[in-house]
């Protein structure tokens, strides 16, 4: 907690996010503890600064964390995507309906006021031997070589299929869907993850909805 705080005094930064995505039934306690005595210390030294905690999506050892950490942090990041990974089988990032339903399983647990859901703005090229994390430049270079793709309709993400290979990419219209699952909620943060890989029109969207929709 020194070093943390420290750090985040001397370059002057805004806040600190705990991003600690495992955490066993026995260590929950101390974690919760933990996550409440550095913002508290953050505080004291710098006078002001949030501290957020990231955790993984769903009802499986996150509800503990998430639980524990909902007092003490002053945001929670949901991390909205993975629910097709790097290292398991291909296909979708961040469905909208499992969105809800990790969005509804984290607010029986923590404020509505406190939670940021993160929205995957990246894709994954998954292949029989490596999986790759990419950008939207890095998409649109595949769909010009094996296009073209398709969109699935129960997600709303971009699929690509070709030797052997499968890529999912979040665009605009897919990114959009999962917005809306936070705002049928109340929820009224939202975070891109990752921040330069999305598609550049995900931004002349957001310009473009209501401005009660965005707040």
């Not at 699952?181 to 891109?192: F, H, I, K, S, T």
Request: hydrophobic share 45%; aromatic share 8%; net charge negative.
């Amino acid at each position: 907690i020194a070093s943390l705080v420290t750090f985040a005094h001397a370059n002057d930064v805004d806040g600190i996010n705990v991003d600690v995505e495992q955490i066993d039934a026995a260590d929950v306690d101390a974690y919760g503890a933990f996550v409440g005595r550095l913002r508290d210390a953050l505080r004291a030294k710098n006078g002001s600064g949030q501290v957020s905690v990231a955790t993984a999506a769903g009802p499986t050892g996150a509800a503990m964390a998430l639980a524990a950490a909902a007092e003490g942090a002053d945001r929670i990041f949901l991390m909205g995507y993975d629910y097709h990974w790097a290292g398991g089988p291909a296909g979708p990032i961040g469905p909208p309906a499992w969105i809800g339903r990790v969005l509804d399983h984290a607010l029986g647990r923590c404020p509505v006021e406190k939670i940021e859901l993160g929205v995957p703005g990246y894709g994954n090229n998954w292949g029989p031997n490596e999986t790759q994390g990419i950008n939207w430049e890095r998409w649109v270079a595949l769909v010009q070589v094996h296009g073209p793709e398709s969109r699935d309709p129960d997600s709303g993400e971009l699929c690509l299929k070709f030797y052997g290979r499968e890529v999912w990419m979040n665009d605009a219209h897919a990114l959009s869907a999962k917005l809306w699952q936070a705002r049928e909620r109340g929820v009224g943060e939202a975070a891109l993850w990752v921040l330069g890989s999305e598609d550049p029109r995900i931004w002349a969207l957001i310009d473009s909805l209501p401005e009660d929709f965005v707040r």
